[in-house]
């Protein structure tokens, strides 16, 4: 009997290690897949699949097309490295200069395109967190 169970136990086991590793490695959704790199990452090396940059937008670098108001680019800044992208769906409304932004893409001839753009949340909505007075633990305690 406990044979029995110790290789039900095992053959469940081999399936969901199995399935996990298929799922892994040949996802549905392949923009769902974006390596998460670097800015001066990206410009040093040439990297042709989907990548997921964060920087911050530099002041006076976002152009809006006059033909194509949904169409922008910008100049992603990370550290001394700076990368320009083109982003053409809606913004977000906390897009601005300075904005910390995260944008999903392809790297292609010295331009990113962008297909996803997020922005940070601003910090007036949350409150200073390396400020542990902020965190109001005597609202928990009630």
Known sequence: ???????????VLLVVVFWIGWVSTNP?????????????????????????????VKD?????????Q???????????????????KTRPDLFKDGAEVIVTGEYVDG?????????????RYEGDLRNEANYKLEELDT
Do not use: H, P, W
Request: glycine share 6%.
């Open 111 to 123: 331009m990113f395109y962008a297909d996803e753009l997020q922005t940070k949340c601003a910090s």
């Open 28 to 56: 549905a959704d392949k923009k769902a897949m974006a390596q998460f790199i670097s800015v001066e990452s990206l410009v040093n090396n040439n990297f042709s699949q989907r990548l997921k940059l964060g920087g911050i």
């Open 70 to 88: 949904l169409e922008c680019s910008f100049v992603l800044k990370e550290g001394d490295a700076e990368l320009y992208v083109n982003y053409s």
């Open 60 to 68: 006076g670098s976002i152009l809006i097309s006059e033909t194509n």
């Open 1 to 11: 009997m406990n044979s029995k169970i110790f290789s039900l136990i095992i053959g």
